[in-house]
């Protein structure tokens, strides 16, 4: 991934933090929806992407498309457009939008993932790849009293009480029974036109309610009796029944559809590689072990769904996040990349051992723990703040004035605490030696890699001998990477 190209392929684009939808009752549907308005599309197809090294996919969240869980980034399109990335030689990055701003053409993406139906209203905007697989649209209802409640915020979708909406629906058989029935939607739903169209069919009204949320927060208000009905794609609803045992998941509404990812019209290119993937990989081993993995195992759903590490639910990343907002700003970091380097370092584990016996969540070596005076360094306590302390005297030794750039800097910082600021020294020697720009980290990692060959490691400006560079210069990549994901999933400042 990062061999000869790293001064080309190594830049890291940290994301805008994730805008949270609200539940809010948004209007009642009588008629088709509002022709939607598209701003001109940008130009950039397959030839510009690798040009720039960087694969931007817009998505939003939702509990199998992208998430957060225990700290790490998952998801079914997620780890699928991953393997693709790779495969074209480009970074992935994964860019959250609003659910009502998933358009390709404002240039801000180059690709839509979110369990996109295609719809034929766009098809002047968007080109449809073929599909990744196929499910149906199905009616969720209470087949028994309501469930628990996950743990989440108490507002519910219509501004009354709760109470007043605990009512018995009666059991729908068939879709003609929604003649007179309530159903929500999410306002991005593919669904509401396909009650539209089953209302012109049968005798009486659907009221259909479309509201800015999800269609999981939408079947947790079924379970929880506070709506009567809504509509979700049948895979995705049936994973929620599997935490929410009093719910039902028919009848299908509509035959079975396509689940595509989009690009822009004006991306031909893009679309023909996408869908020759697409058909070499879909009947895969790999393909289906992740359709297994986000689509199938109901007890790993139902762990996330009931943990206080679903990240977009719950807020938190892990047991450690006070600690680490506290002892983050003693080095000036947003606390978010200090969690982004613990989670590289031991998966917020405070027991954890290396093989080379670094220890707890900062995995400290022992010297390093003598030198900071750590009495016990696996305490969670001790060991950030002895962190801390190691990685400002890191900056204020090494870096302070020799990086100007505060950004570049971090990454220096980032790399010393890895490797030992001897050895990135070496390679910024090697950097100027040959030209390059000894305070650019794209080109001093360039020669931080070429410290495991002899040629390199023995030459005379080297100084501290062999270096596995290739693990630093991971280090740095995967902790911005984890950054940005944290970035779109947690708020900076801890919410009142």
């Known amino acids: 991934m990062f061999g000869t190209r790293i001064k080309k392929r ?14 809010l009752l948004a209007s009642w549907i009588t008629s088709s929806a509002p022709e939607r308005v598209y701003p001109p599309p940008i130009d ?3 030839a510009a992407i690798v040009a720039r090294d960087t694969l931007v996919v817009l998505t939003s969240f939702n509990s199998t498309s992208y998430f957060l869980y225990r700290g790490q980034a998952m998801g079914y399109e997620y780890e699928l457009l991953g393997d693709f990335a790779e495969e074209a030689g480009v970074e992935l990055v994964m860019r959250v939008v609003p659910r009502d701003s998933l358009l390709l053409n404002l240039g801000v993406g180059d690709v839509a ?10 098809t002047a905007n968007f080109a ?10 199905a009616l969720v209802q209470r087949e028994g009293p309501p ?13 009354v009480p ?4 605990r009512v018995n629906v009666r059991r729908i058989e068939r879709p003609a029974d929604l003649a007179g029935e309530t159903v929500y939607l999410p306002d991005d739903s593919p669904y509401v036109s396909r009650l539209l169209e089953l209302e012109d069919r049968i005798t009486g009204d659907i009221r259909v309610v479309v509201v800015d949320t999800t269609s999981e927060a939408l079947i947790r208000e079924v379970a ?19 935490y929410y045992t009093n719910l039902a998941v028919a009848p299908a509404i509509g035959a079975e559809h396509p689940v595509t990812l989009a690009v822009r019209e004006n991306a031909p290119e893009l679309l023909r590689a996408l869908n020759r993937w697409i058909e070499e990989s879909r009947e895969s081993e790999r393909w289906r072990a992740l359709y297994r993995k986000y689509y199938v195992d109901r007890r790993a759903y139902r762990e996330r769904a009931a943990s206080a590490y679903l990240t977009a639910e719950t807020g938190t990343l892990s047991d450690w996040d006070a600690l680490l907002r506290e002892h983050a700003a003693e080095v000036g970091w947003d606390w978010r990349l200090l969690a982004a380097q613990t989670y590289q370092e031991s998966r917020f584990d405070p027991r954890a051992t290396s093989w080379a016996g670094a220890m707890g969540l900062l995995q400290i070596m022992p010297a390093t723990a003598r030198d900071l005076g750590l009495a016990d360094p696996y305490d969670p306590d001790e060991n950030v703040e002895g962190a801390v302390r190691y990685l400002q005297w890191l900056g204020e030794e090494y870096w302070a004035e020799a990086i100007p750039d505060p950004q570049e800097r971090l990454k220096f910082i980032l790399a010393s605490y890895n490797a030992g600021a001897g050895h990135v020294m070496d390679a910024q020697r090697l950097a100027a030696k040959h030209g390059d720009d000894p305070s650019r980290w794209e080109d001093v990692a360039f020669w931080l890699l070429r410290k495991s060959e002899a040629e390199w490691y023995q030459d005379p400006v080297v100084r501290h001998g062999y270096c596995r560079g290739l693990e630093p210069v991971e280090y740095v ?14 708020p900076a400042a801890p919410e009142a």
């Open 128 to 137: 449809y790849t073929t599909e990744l697989y196929r499910t149906r649209g």
């Open 10 to 23: 190594y830049v890291a684009l940290l994301l805008s933090i994730i805008v949270l939808p609200g539940l």
């Open 147 to 159: 469930g628990e409640a996950l743990p989440a915020p108490a507002d519910t979708l219509l501004d």
């Open 44 to 46: 950039r197809d397959l």
């Open 477 to 490: 990549a995967r902790i911005l990477e984890q950054f940005a994901h944290y970035r779109q999933f947690v």
């Open 113 to 122: 993932a979110a369990r996109i139906v295609p719809m034929e209203q766009d």
């Open 224 to 242: 929880e009796a506070r709506v009567p009905f809504t509509v979700a794609q049948e895979n995705v609803a049936e994973l929620e029944r599997s």
């Open 162 to 165: 709760p109470e007043t909406l």
